[in-house]
């Protein structure tokens, strides 16, 4: 009789991504399953939204693989968009696994490890476009694709127990305008030699249509702008170095010079250059120098498309840069999708820069952005390509998932397995079934600090930003009574001058401490509780409030 614990097992696992858009990180694992060998692909960040009060970056929760990084091989990116690299400066110490990336990728994330203090800790390995290697059990190949940034890899990953396909972020570009277009014979080869499990992108599985060519946006941005009068400003995504490349385009066929505003934006575009790329890129005017020249001659390409609090357009927009300003008959192209979570932050940018006269233009109003993510159309040539036996949607929401499910079952894929984070799928033999889900969650970037995305600080601000805080301060004699009445600290709260909020809780507060026994007012603990329950009772009553505030009781007890 066979021991299935000695029985080699082909596995997936994502820690992050399948269940929301970002943050992707994902394993695969090879052998018995109490000692299998891992592979990681990506290692991404996710920005964080309201619900993350003074967060900026989520990623992924990783003890599963550090608790097993002794057996962790490698980690292998396939593009260098930041919710595919972001995290590997922050999560790396943790693994210290040598990393794989294409010559690009490897520029901007040689450039992240200098800035953290790394370089020199990490074995990082360039590989070539379509370059193959081995990671013990796994020979991985770069299958090059496109996408909306240089050097987009699908992975082609051969084990014993069959071949793996993970697309990373793709679509299928019939007129690439830096790179080369899919290869088709290539792909159906692939498909042809035999593919177990398909690991694909489900972002715009909604799209019926072709997502479309970066070379009808560059034609769509020339007609659209060539008249304009004033100053043109165009917020793309600072990675997506063929859209910058496209509004170089756009600078020379209008007659304007080109300005490059936002840090991110000038190391892609040098990062690119270092790699081979834009050779032809005409010359870059300093923000100074723009500043100086006549509203119809300069075309500025700014980062902040998101409308990030700290990027160029919502500086500018803010008149927070001292040489390059927004007035009236300038044009602004937000060149970008809206990332969902982001509407009510654009809303506002687009409202602010349309009081200042400017003519706001969006994905809503013209052909100004097409996505780097297959439609169905695309989609379905993949599932031709590939032939897989399994097909595991990854790369979005659940909904995103499950329609994609639908889709490849109903063009003839009967294994079809929709994960989601921490979900330990068994591929082969006899897959795919969930056989575990393992521990997983969010880590939040607070600052310097790498901390659980539910941590107490993280959920009190949470608290606090919803209802408020309250501190009271106690100062008592040694027999016990107040030495002056409870100080109180309301923070967000609103007070009612007329009536006023501090001496009605203050009340409150001595009513209760008169009834206090002796036991409970010399200990601190349990003084501190019964004060702040009444607080807190009392503030929400005040306010006629459903919750109350978080509330905070200091005891001060000077000697003698």
């Known amino acids: 009789m066979t021991d299935d614990r000695n029985r080699d097992e082909l596995h997936f696992l994502p820690l992050g991504g399948s269940g929301e858009i970002g943050m992707n990180l994902n394993l695969f694992g090879f052998g018995p399953k109490d000692r299998q060998d891992w592979i990681m692909v990506d290692c991404g960040v996710s920005f964080a939204d309201i619900y993350y009060p003074g967060i900026d970056l989520l990623m992924p929760e990783i003890n599963f693989i550090e608790e097993r990084r002794d057996r962790l091989l490698g980690m292998v990116i396939t593009h260098a968009h930041e919710d595919h690299v972001g995290a590997v400066v922050h ?29 020199d ?104 702008l060539s008249d304009k009068e004033g100053k043109i400003f165009c917020t793309t995504f600072a990675s997506n170095v063929v859209r910058v490349e496209t509004l170089a385009r756009v600078a020379e066929a209008s007659g304007r010079h080109l300005c490059l505003v936002g840090q991110s934006l000038k190391r892609n575009v040098a990062a690119a250059r270092a790699a081979g790329y834009l050779k032809d890129f005409p010359p870059v005017i300093d923000e100074d120098e723009a500043g100086h020249l006549p509203a119809n001659k ?22 927070n840069n001292r040489n390059i300003s927004i007035s009236r008959g300038d044009t602004v192209v937000f060149s970008s999708k809206i990332i ?153 709260i609103v007070d009612d001058d007329e009536r006023g909020i501090t001496p009605y809780i203050t009340k409150h507060i001595l009513d209760r401490y008169d009834r206090l026994p002796n036991r409970v007012l010399r200990d601190d603990n349990s003084l501190k509780e019964e004060v702040r329950i009444v607080a807190r009772r009392s503030c929400k009553a005040f306010g006629n409030r459903e919750t109350g505030p978080v509330t905070i009781v200091n005891i001060l007890r000077p000697n003698g």
């Open 121 to 224: 800790q990490v074995d990082l390995r360039v590989i070539p476009l379509g370059g193959q290697f081995s990671l013990g059990p796994f020979d991985v190949e770069y299958v090059s694709l496109t996408h909306s940034i240089l050097e987009p890899n699908a992975l082609r990953i051969k084990t014993p127990l069959g071949t793996l396909f993970h697309t990373g972020d793709w679509k299928l570009d019939p007129d690439p305008l830096i790179g080369e277009a899919v290869d088709s014979v290539m792909m159906g080869a692939i498909g042809d030699e035999g593919v177990l499990a398909l690991v694909c992108d489900s972002t715009n599985v909604f799209n019926v249509k072709p997502t479309g060519s970066e070379k009808a946006v560059r034609d769509s941005l020339i007609q659209l």
């Open 298 to 319: 300069v075309l500025f390409v700014c980062t902040g498309c998101q409308g990030e609090a700290r990027a160029a357009m919502m500086r500018i927009a803010q008149d």
């Open 340 to 492: 969902p979570g982001n509407e009510m932050t654009l809303g506002r940018l687009h409202n602010h820069l349309v009081e200042k006269g400017a003519d706001v233009i969006t994905e809503k109003d013209a052909f100004v952005h097409v996505s780097g993510h297959p439609g169905q159309k695309e989609l379905i040539q993949m599932y031709n390509w590939m032939k897989p036996d399994i097909l595991v949607p990854v790369h979005g929401e659940l909904r995103h998932m499950t329609h994609q499910a639908e889709l490849g079952r109903n063009h003839g894929i009967e294994k079809v397995i929709v994960p989601r984070n921490g979900h330990r799928i068994r591929l082969a033999p006899e897959g795919p079934e969930l056989i575990d889900e393992v521990e997983h969650g969010y880590l939040a970037l607070d600052g310097q600090f790498l901390v659980s995305a539910e941590d107490e600080a993280i959920t009190s601000r949470r608290r606090i930003m919803y209802n408020g805080g309250l501190v009271v301060t106690l100062v008592l004699k040694p027999d016990f009574d107040l030495a002056c009445p409870p100080e109180i600290t309301l923070m967000g």
């Open 91 to 119: 999560l790396w110490p943790y693994l210290k696994c040598p990393i794989y990336a294409t010559p690009f990728t490897a520029i901007l994330l040689r450039a992240k490890l200098e800035e953290q203090g790394l370089i």
